[in-house]
């Protein structure tokens, strides 16, 4: 049993950043492979980024891509998503997630455990 608990969210100006934070439980953190995702009113949940369990292989929506950074402190149970230059379209609830094993880091059904969720909206 993995729980997760995200932290970092809030209001920030388009062009700034933030930085999420997702803290598990468990002993066995470093076994799974982890990702964000996020949901926007109305819209259904997507993928941002992921993680395999080592931090050797890193995916990243096109959407993305160049603005954020995935990466894990696996000492700490912890994962974190860097957001930079972020535009009012990333405005959403962000999820971290973890994965056993598998080599689809895409889909959120790949995913075993999820944290609740933290809001993240962007002002232009």
């Known amino acids: 049993q993995v729980q997760l608990v995200e932290s970092g969210g809030g209001l920030v100006q388009a062009g700034g950043s933030l930085r999420l934070s997702c803290a598990a439980s468990g002993r066995t953190f470093s076994s799974y492979a982890m990702g964000w995702f996020r949901q926007a009113p109305g819209k259904e949940r997507e993928f941002v980024a992921a993680i395999s369990w080592s931090g050797g292989s890193l995916y990243y929506a096109d959407s993305v891509n160049g603005r954020f950074t995935i990466s894990r402190d696996n000492a700490k149970n912890t994962v974190f998503l860097q957001m930079n230059s972020l535009k009012p379209e990333d405005t959403a609830v962000y999820y971290c997630?973890?994965?056993?094993?598998?080599?689809?880091?895409?889909?959120?059904?790949?995913?075993?455990?999820w944290g609740q969720g933290t809001q993240v909206t962007v002002s232009s």
């Open positions: 997630a973890a994965k056993w094993g598998g080599t689809n880091y895409f889909s959120t059904n790949a995913y075993d455990y």
